[in-house]
């Protein structure tokens, strides 16, 4: 069972950049790869997924063009570079991984703890 540990969240203004990391325990390229996020109130959205190999990639159209997802299989890490930030972003973002893509943009097997992005206005 893979383990996630996300870091990189912070407070930040609006229009800033943030980017997120997320670690595993075992080889990455076993999983396509997805972040998720949480705002208060809310329930758990997807973000971004990209496959195991990053040929592909996957974004929610209130992040698109401002959001980029990549991997680094060797180091075990994926990452969300977050930039043009808005209040709107904030929220507890998850790393998630599945076996498969399709599953990992919907209902992935493994979840990270979280880490929490704040965006001022």
């Known amino acids: 069972q893979v383990q996630l540990v996300e870091s990189g969240g912070g407070l930040v203004q609006a229009g800033g950049s943030l980017r997120l990391s997320c670690a595993a325990s075992?080889?990455?390229?076993?999983?396509?790869m997805g972040w998720f996020r949480q705002a208060p109130g809310k329930e758990r959205e997807f973000v971004a997924a990209?496959?195991?190999?990053?040929?592909?990639?996957y974004y929610a159209d209130s992040v698109k063009g401002r959001f980029t997802i990549s991997r680094d299989n060797a180091k075990r890490t994926v990452y969300l570079q977050m930039n043009s930030l808005k209040p709107e972003d904030t929220a507890v973002y998850y790393c998630?991984?599945?076996?498969?893509?399709?599953?990992?943009?919907?209902?992935?097997?493994?979840w990270g703890q979280g880490t929490q992005v704040t965006v001022s206005s």
């Open positions: 075992e080889r990455t390229r076993n999983y396509a």
């Open positions: 990209i496959s195991r190999t990053g040929s592909s990639t």
């Open positions: 998630a991984a599945d076996t498969f893509m399709g599953t990992v943009r919907s209902a992935p097997d493994y």
